[in-house]
Structures are given as C-alpha cells and as structure tokens.
C-alpha cells in the first residue's frame, strides 16, 4: 500500500478486481467438477471464465496505469477478445454438443432448444 488516500482507494480497486477474477475462476473450476452434465459444466466455465480472466486483466491494466503510468495495449486487447469469444465459443460448444447427441441431464425440466432443432429439420 503507498501514503495517501486516493492511492490507497486504488490499491483496494485492484485488489477487488484481482480478488473478484480469483474466486470466479475458483467458482468456476468447482463448477466443472460438481455440475452434472456437459450443458452446464459449459455454462460454469464459460461464465467464470470471462469473468475471471476479465477481472484479473482488469486489475492488471489498472495496477500497471496506475503505479507504472503505461497503458497496455495488450491488456486492452485481451479483455476485448475474452470478452467477445469466451461466451460465443461456449454457446458454439453446446450446440455442437446438442447437435451430435449429447443427452440432458435427467432432472432438466426444460429443453427449449428441442423446438428449434425440430423446426429446422423439416
């Protein structure tokens, strides 16, 4: 921690960034192992994926701007790119998943997707 105020509200910014990317990452790799079948296995890494990396860069691009003055391109780049492509290559994966067979878990209530998937086959 450094001497005066807004530095030390800074700090704590970073930290709950950094801190929030942590546990949704932990989240979502308990997820992946507790969860019972493919779709929502998905949904957990997907979800905690994006928003834990997202979180972590987030600090990282703070705690370098802010102790270090640089803006970090790369960093922008990355939140961008796991911003965009983490939620789209999931939703792909489970529709590949759908597609070829892959059977929901025993105590889903509700296969919304089935109507879609009928429709377009006829």
């Given amino acids: 921690m450094s001497g005066t105020w807004i ?3 800074w700090d704590l910014v970073i930290m709950v960034f950094l801190l929030a990317g942590t546990f949704f990452i932990i989240s ?3 997820g992946i192992i507790r969860f019972p079948d493919v779709y929502t296995r998905l ?3 997907t979800k905690g994926a994006t928003l834990g990396v997202a979180g ?3 600090g ?3 705690f370098l701007y802010i102790e270090h003055g640089m803006i970090s391109g790369k960093l922008i780049l990355g939140i961008i790119f796991v911003l965009l492509t983490a939620p789209v290559s999931g939703h ?3 529709r590949a998943a759908y597609r070829s067979g892959v059977q929901l878990w ?3 209530i509700k296969d919304d997707y089935k109507k879609v998937v009928d429709s377009d086959d006829q």
């Fill in 7 to 9: 530095e030390i509200v």
């Fill in 106 to 108: 025993d105590h889903s």
């Fill in 43 to 45: 949904h957990a890494a």
């Fill in 28 to 30: 979502c790799s308990i």
């Fill in 56 to 58: 972590i860069m987030i």
């Fill in 92 to 94: 792909m994966i489970s």
């Fill in 60 to 62: 990282a691009f703070l």
